[in-house]
């Protein structure tokens, strides 16, 4: 038993059994769980409506799956593949690395936004970070021996293609993101732009027959930057409607 796990406790009840020993275990000896547990035996005013039962972790896995091979099936349809074919072995393994170490550690922390009191394993603001400026460093890194093409060259196309497949993804994420405990609303916000922008990086990955360090890192990279930026944007607004 952990903090998280005495966190949980809290949101969802008391364990049973030999987990509500090793709980009240680590109450007994974790200063800042007795400094909660000694807060919360002060009376407290019933709550007037129940909160929403946050999802599960499986589920949110399987809704960021669901949306981001949607998106990007849907492009591939329609474009078709030739940015992926034209990469060798070693850029399809490393591109492929971070896209699901980010899209893992994103939906974990999707996840965690959804309930009370959760504790990110990464803090958020590295992977918004590793979204919004690692793929244009490792794009600039696996690229950089590659012949430069225009710069220009089906820029603006690839932009608007990226922000329209980022914005679809965060939007069908929203659904899920309503669910639960809805609090921290800017960070989730970045979250679910994060995640809608690797998305959309990822479908341009496949798609953009322009594999060249600067196209890749400049166009491509700013759809990760942008989607960011907009979701703790659109997150920040809900704050303040809900503030207000």
């Known amino acids: 038993m952990n903090c998280d796990g005495v966190n949980k406790w809290l949101a969802e009840g008391a364990p049973q059994g030999d987990l509500g020993e090793a709980a ?31 999802p599960e972790l499986w589920q949110a896995g399987a809704g960021v799956a669901v949306v981001a091979a949607a998106a990007i099936g849907l492009a591939v349809a ?10 060798d072995a070693e850029e ?26 959760g504790i990110q394993p ?51 994420l929203w659904g899920l ?16 732009g994060a995640v809608g922008g690797l998305v959309g990086v990822t479908a341009l990955q496949v798609i953009c027959p322009d594999q060249h360090a600067g196209h890749v890192a400049v166009w491509h990279g700013l759809i990760g930057l942008v989607s960011v930026a907009g979701g703790a944007a659109a997150g920040w607004l809900a704050w303040r409607r809900a503030a207000c």
């Open 24 to 54: 009240h275990a680590h109450v007994v000896g974790c200063t800042e769980c007795r400094a909660l547990w000694e807060l919360l035996e002060e009376p407290i005013p019933a709550p007037l409506t129940l909160l929403p039962r946050p």
């Open 78 to 87: 329609v474009r078709g593949g030739p940015g992926w074919a034209a990469l």
């Open 92 to 117: 399809r393994v490393a591109i492929g690395a971070y896209v699901a170490l980010l899209l893992g550690l994103l939906t974990v922390a999707l996840w965690r936004f959804r309930r009370p009191a």
């Open 122 to 172: 990464v803090a958020p603001g590295w992977l918004l970070g590793g979204v919004a400026l690692g793929y244009p460093v490792l794009a600039g890194a696996l690229f950089a021996s590659r012949s430069a093409g225009g710069i220009e060259e089906n820029g603006w196309s690839c932009l608007s293609i990226g922000l329209s497949v980022s914005l679809g993804s965060g939007t069908a």
């Open 177 to 192: 993101a309503r669910r639960g405990y809805r609090a921290e609303r800017v960070w989730l916000g970045g979250v679910l």
